[in-house]
């Protein structure tokens, strides 16, 4: 099983959803999860900077966020902080991020003169993901942003590199009938991120584009979420992701579409906010997520 891990996660590498966010969904909270991942245009969460640097206009005062995840014998970890540092009516907003997740123990094995599987010992796999944000407003209704992304992975003895950029921009669209429409779209992997191997081989991650709708109006004097992305990448077919969210006041029911059914929920307390998220993914497995967001 470690093998069939090692060799999705490898593939992984070349074809990630950002250059700091695999389809593993390595360094995204356990709402966005339970949502489809489909948070391009839905804002209002720390969480969704990840897909779109734009939303993070939304934090209004210091965030702190962490997440644990787990699937089979992979293990993750992400910690993020935002707050504002330029306030006013067009603040600027800023936001550190670190993801990390690690293989243990992977078994490392040839073939003896009779062709049978030897063990000769084992080695770890592991990747660390570091992000620095900015969101800016431009008007009452037009967010920017960016997300500079260092990136490092070990496969054994070899190690890779990468540094990134992605682009991000969310609109305020005007309201109709009580309903509020958001529009989002982000740029990722500008440039085409190249990675740079220790043992002197090159790679480069493709060029991505996220745009995504979302809509919101109050039922039964709470709010409803509805999203949808369009996820296109270079290399590979065009698909879409969904999302649905509905939030009382202490607690937020979540269902979602990525490429299989996505569910969750959310207790709030006062400043501090859990979330739980599960999915099953075709080839790894049950994908749990708990992650935890205080707001200061």
Request: hydrophobic share 45%.
């Amino acid at each position: 099983m470690k093998k069939i891990i090692l060799a999705v996660l490898s593939a992984a590498l070349l074809w990630p959803d950002n250059n700091a966010a695999d389809f593993l969904q390595t360094g995204l909270s356990a709402r966005s999860l339970a949502l489809g991942n489909a948070v391009t245009a839905t804002g209002g969460h720390l969480d969704t900077a990840f897909s779109n640097p734009a939303a993070l206009q939304d934090v209004e005062g210091e965030f702190f966020s962490a997440a644990l995840h787990n699937f089979d014998l992979v293990n993750g970890q992400m910690f993020a902080a935002a707050g504002r540092i330029w306030p006013g009516r067009n603040p600027l907003v800023v936001g550190l991020v670190y993801a990390g997740s690690e293989i243990n123990n992977i078994d490392r094995t040839l073939l003896s003169e009779d062709g049978r599987p030897v063990e000769i010992g084992s080695f770890d796999s592991f990747k660390h993901n570091g992000s620095l944000l900015l969101a800016y407003r431009l008007n009452r209704n037009f967010w920017s942003g960016f997300s500079l992304r260092r990136y490092f992975y070990a496969l054994d003895e070899a190690t890779a590199e990468a540094t990134g950029l992605d682009l991000g921009w969310r609109w305020q669209l005007p309201n109709w009938k009580g309903n509020q429409f958001f529009t989002g779209a982000s740029l990722r992997n500008l440039f085409r991120t190249k990675v740079s191997w220790s043992t002197g081989h090159y790679d480069t991650m493709p060029l991505g584009l996220n745009s995504g709708l979302a809509a919101r109006r109050r039922i039964w004097g709470h709010p409803l979420l509805a999203s949808l992305d369009c996820v296109w990448q270079e290399e590979q077919n065009l698909f879409f992701r969904s999302g649905l969210e509905y939030a009382l006041d202490w607690l937020a029911l979540r269902l979602g579409w990525d490429d299989g059914l996505t569910y969750g929920l959310g207790l709030r307390c006062y400043a501090l906010t859990i979330d739980y998220a599960q999915t099953m993914h075709a080839e790894l497995g049950l994908q749990q997520r708990v992650s935890l967001l205080f707001e200061l």
